[in-house]
């Protein structure tokens, strides 16, 4: 596609739909440039794949994190994450390693920049280039604010010295930014962040050459670099000098959001291959498929990944519908979704057998999407980090947030049109509403539930929040910082999964998604989330509820619609919703 209009100078982005990605890249089962015999082959090569890479930049996929304001063509952060969950469908790592860590640097430009900076970043991403991240050191972890590397003002200039170890792209990205300690004194206003533009001038201050080998995400080129009096202008600090961590915070915000919500669809894709192959292997006489404990255990996966599906759509639309309530919110997806993830895929390994560990194609891509989703609740923010995030601000929340018994039903109408996302709106604090917890008290969500097991579920749901509450209000506020007990970790564990319930029924409110206006799919959701909530799993046992599920991955395996909330061919982003029904 033409992705720059000559005619102003490569300021604009061409304004139309652009092509579906899944159209793009052809089957990943049928033999092709991407499919998934080439994505294991570059994987054990640690590289990524150059036709999709090529096939990326035909598309203008760094178009998608520009905001519409600036030339690009993200307004709705859903869409956003419709268009690239195919790349995440077929391989992680080329998701990373393309695209999302550009995302992750120009987030905290389109938070903090001045409108030159932003300006100019647009037409750095629509020209294709690639920005790489400088925050963590291996010594420090997640905690930022302890980072050594430094930058001494002289002048006009920053001058940086120190290293950081884990940075992905960071020799082949024309651009990195550098979280450096700019001031000697401890404390949130200690560091600051400075946009490196390599040049030939200024590359030599910089060892970019050592690359740094993962286990997962292997074509990713995580690479160290060390700087030996690198010069930065002044004039490329994003935000006002030690305004880094209030930056990146805000920032993560969004990250948090997008990265979960991707992540579903290397899951949507791992069910699809252990379907099939659950279908055509024959064990005792019949397939994998026919043996009840198999059935069970790929139905309970399948009813957390649509959990994890729902938590995360939900969380995403937050972001422009409830942005001062997402600093909790987006942590708490970033910390429970990826542990649903894994979970889910440590048990379809256990449905494989000897399959998963031999690596038999065509099924031997999953391997790698198991050691590849490891990755994302370590990498970017852990999930420690994120239950740290929420811990300091559950006084504050409790305050401040209404108990109130009315959800916005805007939240939940997955698919309907939002606003461009306002970044100025994002704030680091608590929050003055509730909106996931009214879901599980509104009258309106109730009554779409009708009478029944659904309904009594979703009452006992709402005691234990209100519960839950109360045993949040009894911790003071210097039991939640950084040496907070366990059992204050477990008490943000478990608002994780009152929030991901919240979500859930707020869906099962709207019905606008086939999946959760079925009475049985409605009730198991809320069921899973009351026996995780209450300290346990339920495992399905009941025949009429994994044959339900079984059902519904039959039909959707069999159009080759993914097994996610939304089929592909009944996403929410239809027509009907852009002529306004």
Not at 289 to 314: K, N, T
Not at 328 to 353: C, E, H, N, R, W
């Amino acid at each position: 596609m033409t992705l720059i209009d000559e005619g102003d100078s490569g300021s604009s982005v061409a304004r139309r739909e652009p092509g579906d990605l899944d159209a793009l890249f052809g089957d990943p089962r049928v033999p092709g440039p991407f499919d998934y015999r080439s994505i294991v082959a570059d994987d054990d090569a640690r590289r990524l794949s150059e036709p999709a890479e090529a096939l990326l930049d035909e598309w203008g996929a760094a178009a998608e994190f520009v905001p519409a304001s600036l030339g690009g063509r993200w307004v709705s952060t859903e869409d956003l994450v419709r268009r690239w969950r195919p790349i995440f469908r077929r391989d992680p790592a080329l998701g990373l390693g393309y695209g999302l860590t550009t995302l992750m640097a120009a987030l905290n430009v389109w938070v903090a920049g001045d409108d030159a900076q932003r300006a100019d970043v647009a037409s750095r991403l629509l020209r294709g280039e690639r920005i790489a991240v400088g925050f963590h050191e291996l010594d420090h972890g997640n905690d930022l604010l302890q980072n050594e590397c430094w930058a001494d003002a002289d002048g006009d200039r920053w001058i940086v010295g120190g290293g950081k170890q884990v940075v992905n792209n960071v020799d082949r990205a024309e651009s990195l930014l550098i979280m450096a300690r700019t001031a000697p004194q401890p404390g949130a206003r200690s560091h600051s962040l400075l946009l490196w533009h390599k040049d030939d001038r200024t590359r030599p201050h910089a060892d970019t050459s050592r690359r740094v080998l993962t286990v997962g995400m292997r074509g990713c080129r995580i690479g160290a670099v060390e700087f030996d009096g690198l010069p930065v202008p002044v004039t490329a600090t994003v935000g006002a000098p030690g305004t880094a961590a209030q930056t990146a915070l805000t920032a993560f915000q969004v990250s948090r959001a997008v990265i979960p919500a991707l992540a579903v669809a290397t899951v949507d894709a791992s069910l699809d291959l252990a379907m099939r192959y659950a279908r055509e292997r024959s064990l005792y006489g019949g397939s994998v498929l026919d043996l009840p404990h198999a059935r069970a255990l790929f139905a309970g996966v399948l009813a957390d990944v649509l959990i994890a599906d729902a938590f995360s759509a939900v969380v995403v639309r937050a972001l422009h519908l409830a942005p001062a309530e997402c600093l909790i919110l987006t942590a708490a997806s970033k910390y429970l979704v990826p542990q649903l993830l894994l979970s889910a895929m440590q048990d379809l390994s256990v449905l494989f057998g000897s399959t998963f560990y031999a690596r038999v194609a065509p099924f031997d891509v999953f391997e790698k999407f198991l050691r590849d989703l490891a990755v994302v609740p370590i990498g970017h923010a852990g999930s420690t980090a994120c239950l740290l995030t929420i811990l300091p601000n559950l006084p504050a929340w409790i305050r401040r947030s209404r108990r109130t018994e009315a959800a916005d039903p805007e939240l939940f109408r997955l698919g309907a049109p939002v606003d461009e996302l306002a970044f100025d709106r994002l704030t680091l604090g608590a929050g003055s509403s509730d909106p996931l917890g009214a879901a599980l008290r509104d009258p309106a969500v109730r009554a779409a539930l009708g009478d029944g097991p659904a309904a009594e579920t979703l009452e006992r749901l709402g005691t234990a929040f209100d519960a839950l509450r109360d045993e949040i209000a009894a911790f003071a506020p210097s039991e939640l910082g950084a040496d907070a007990s366990p059992a204050a970790f477990d008490v943000a564990h478990r608002l994780t999964l009152a929030l991901a319930a919240g979500a859930w029924a707020g869906l099962c409110g709207a019905g606008d998604a086939a999946i959760t206006s079925d009475p049985l799919i409605r009730e198991i959701g809320l069921r899973r989330l009351e026996a995780r909530l209450n300290g346990g799993r339920m495992d399905l046992v009941d025949p009429a509820s994994v044959d339900r599920l079984m059902r519904f991955a039959e039909d959707r395996v069999a159009r080759d619609a993914g097994l996610s909330l939304f089929a592909r061919d009944e996403s929410p982003q239809t027509a009907a919703w852009k002529e306004g029904t």
